[in-house]
């Protein structure tokens, strides 16, 4: 009797000292959705768990149903009082309503925020905007993606009550015009990531405003933005840090343009997919000035040829690891066995389907 009781206290002592302390460590590595599910395992491990802050910072409802009162139900925890992150990309059952609850009936519990996605949230207009980061004031990624509702009016809340934004998705966003660009221009001057893919509304002259206020950017996403020209291609050369260009479908990209751009020396990444005006001109002088390029796509470009290739495997050849030169009908040279030995480090070969 007196073996058993001492194994049943070891056993205790395992379960409360011992595997707490696993868990403590797993649970930072675990998705939110597992972690809430341990909650229920036991009274003392949900009193362990609650207890460490550390691992209530992310509030994650990407995709999930009823987001709008799971976002309410959650804030009202005092678990989430410092929480940091929170995911409501493409969730249902998310409106205005429920942004303004959140300010009405949490108005202290965001006061750590910096992380906000509302990615497909297409029920938030202006008027959710101003709400929910009018109690937000660290906020430094703010990612609002696929959204016709807000217009140049929830841009001027967001600068107006977030000061610290540096970066900022605002895809297929296409009510947006340049008076949002101005707001951005003038209010994010330390930004370093912006996506304004399909922003329609958007002319060279809002673009020139983020370009050359904006200088700190390290990634620029234009994608299907045809409407822009070397006027305001011409300036990207302006961001001496820039990483990351996507350019698909800049039809008026010349290789004057491009020359330009190509001052962007520290370029890793950049998409000229289907800009139709480049030739090798234009290729071979930004292989010659960004030699650090990891990913290029030339897809559908028939201004191309092999002499591009030749020049990039002269200077890319350590460092490319994705080229897509598919629809380029004027490269001979294709085949992967042969892009391979120019680019050794080649794995992706295209990325567009």
Known sequence: MEAKKVTEEEEETWRREIVTSVMRIVSTRLPQRDLISLLLVSPWLYRTLVSYPSIWLNIDLREMTNAGDRLLAAMSLP???????????????????????????????????????????????????????????????????W???????????????????????????????????????ENYQGLESLNITRCVKISDDGLLQVLHKCSSLQTLNLYALSGFTDKAYRKISLLADLRFLDLCGAQNLSDEGLADIAKCSKLESLNLTWCVRITDVGVITIANSCTS????S?????????????????????????????????????????LLQMFPRLTCFKVHS
């Not at 989430?80 to 429920?98: M, P, T």
């Not at 016709?148 to 900022?168: M, P, Q, S, Y």
């Open 79 to 145: 678990r989430y009082r410092q929480v940091k992150h929170i995911n409501l990309e493409f969730a249902q059952g998310i409106e205005d309503s429920h942004l303004k609850l959140v300010k009405s009936r949490c108005l202290d519990a965001l006061l750590s925020l910096e992380c906000l996605n509302l990615n497909g949230c297409q029920k938030i207009s202006d008027s959710g905007v101003e709400a929910i980061t009018s109690i937000c004031p660290k906020l430094k990624v703010f990612s609002i993606y």
């Open 293 to 296: 390029l990891e990913f290029l």
């Open 298 to 338: 030339l897809f559908g470009i028939v201004g191309v040829t092999d002499r591009c290739l030749e020049t990039l495997s002269q200077t890319c050849s350590a460092t490319l690891t994705t080229l897509d030169v598919n629809g380029c009908i004027g490269i001979k040279r294709r085949n992967r066995e042969i």
């Open 147 to 185: 959204n016709v509702r807000v217009t140049d009016a929830g841009i001027r809340h967001l600068v107006k009550n977030c000061r610290h934004i540096n970066d900022l998705n605002l895809s297929g966003c296409k009510s947006l015009t340049d008076k949002s660009m101005q707001l951005v221009a």
